[in-house]
């Protein structure tokens, strides 16, 4: 096997890896989106407000400080 070709099967399992890395967050980042909806809806959460019904309900916007 040429240094070449070393080079690009090491490329390609490295590419590999990163594929399966990346597969594996998406899972966690859906995981932990769910787990905090499910945690917003229990009262027994401390911290973890649901968010507002509507937009009656939300607090004012923030000065603009730019002005």
């Known amino acids: 096997?040429?240094?070449?070709?070393?080079?690009?099967e090491r490329l390609?399992?490295?590419?590999?890896?990163?594929k399966r890395q990346s597969a594996?967050?998406?899972?966690?980042?859906?995981?932990?989106?769910?787990d905090w909806e499910q945690k917003q809806t229990d009262d027994s959460v401390p911290?973890?407000?649901?968010?507002?019904?509507?937009?009656s309900e939300m607090p004012p916007p923030e000065p603009d400080e730019t002005d």
């Open 1 to 8: 096997m040429t240094e070449h070709e070393e080079h690009a």
């Open 12 to 18: 390609q399992d490295e590419a590999e890896k990163l």
């Open 24 to 34: 594996q967050l998406g899972e966690d980042i859906s995981d932990a989106r769910k």
């Open 47 to 55: 911290g973890a407000v649901g968010e507002p019904k509507s937009e």
